[in-house]
DNA sequence: GAACCCCTGGTT
DNA sequence: AACCAGGGGTTC
């Protein structure tokens, strides 16, 4: 579900309610979405304080008072939401964090793909340790570099090269759809075909498209919502995602569907090249 | 790299 | 009934 604009709009929604929080009770109710095990995390957990929240790419990091981490990513239709204890409990509820103030964090996921994992700095997860550049806390150089190094390095279609979560952090298959749009450049396109000055275009359109989702609280399809179960609006202004068949927004062009790195993928035939 | 898998639920 | 889905890890 979510990729980097909306982990970035659910951290802005959540760090305001949780930071100071106390951790009194855990109740883990899908044993293989988290590590360590229940028993160990909840010994873990309960006493801790929540001091910051961040994010890494797609992951929402809960910062706690003994420096240790909890890393949340959420995959395809997780969803992070602060409600008072009384509320009934979701079908699927994963994890709830029981704070001593009569509010919890609930994190549901109907497809049970969304992981927990209690780290901590010294030791992060492999797939966290793993992680390319953050596009927008990153200076341009640096991001460029690493979309071209992997690119002489690698072959296949420009779009899977966004998507790789080594190669750059936090874009997933809307937004990359979204920036190859703006680029002007087909998501089928060769990663060694891609010229020095499509590259910083490619760049400068992930910033613009991230920029703009977060303005707009994230892309709400489907499960989306952000920490206090709100949709986000960018749906309204995607440019191609999810526009099969409906003419380009530019060009009045038959959007174009078709399977690119194995996803679902929206281009313009003539806008894009 | 591509293909399959982890799951449930919505759409065709 | 079949296919699809904001992800990514493991296999081929």
Redesign the pocket.
């Known amino acids: 579900?979510?990729?980097l604009p909306?982990v970035e709009t659910i951290r802005r929604t959540l760090t305001s309610v949780l930071i100071g929080q106390e951790i009194q009770g855990v109740e883990v109710l899908l044993e293989?979405a988290v590590k360590p095990s229940p028993e160990q995390l909840i010994r873990a957990l309960v006493g801790r304080k929540i001091v910051e929240l961040r994010r890494r790419?797609?992951y929402l990091l809960l910062l706690l008072d003994d420096d240790s981490r909890v890393a949340f990513?959420?995959?395809?239709?997780g969803r992070l939401l602060f409600l008072p204890k009384l509320t009934p409990l979701e079908?699927?509820t994963t994890l709830v964090l029981n704070f001593t103030d009569d509010h919890s964090l609930r994190f549901v996921d109907?497809?049970?793909?969304g992981t927990v994992v209690l780290y901590w700095p010294s030791t992060p997860p492999?797939?966290l340790k793993?992680l390319g550049p953050e596009p927008l806390e990153t200076e341009k150089a640096v991001v460029v570099s690493s979309l071209t190094t992997a690119a002489a390095?690698?072959?296949?279609?420009v779009k899977?090269l966004l998507?790789d979560?080594r190669v750059i952090a936090g874009?997933?298959?809307?937004y990359t759809d979204e920036t190859l749009f703006l680029a002007g450049i087909r998501p089928t396109r060769s990663?060694r075909e891609i010229t020095a000055a499509e590259w910083e275009k490619i760049y400068q359109s992930i910033l613009t498209v991230l920029e703009l989702a977060i303005e707009h609280r994230?892309?709400?399809?489907?499960?989306?919502v952000d920490g206090r179960g709100e949709p986000g609006n960018h749906q309204c202004y995607l440019q191609v995602y999810d526009r099969k068949k409906k003419p380009c927004l530019v060009c009045g062009s038959e959007i174009q569907y078709t399977?690119?790195?194995?996803?679902?993928t929206y281009y313009c035939p003539a806008c894009q090249h």
Request: zero cysteines.
């Open positions: 579900m979510p990729e909306e293989k790419g797609k990513h959420l995959r395809m239709t079908k699927h109907p497809r049970k793909f492999e797939g793993k390095r690698r072959k296949g279609p899977g998507l979560q874009l997933g298959n809307i990663v994230g892309t709400s399809r489907r499960d989306y399977r690119v790195a194995g996803r679902g």
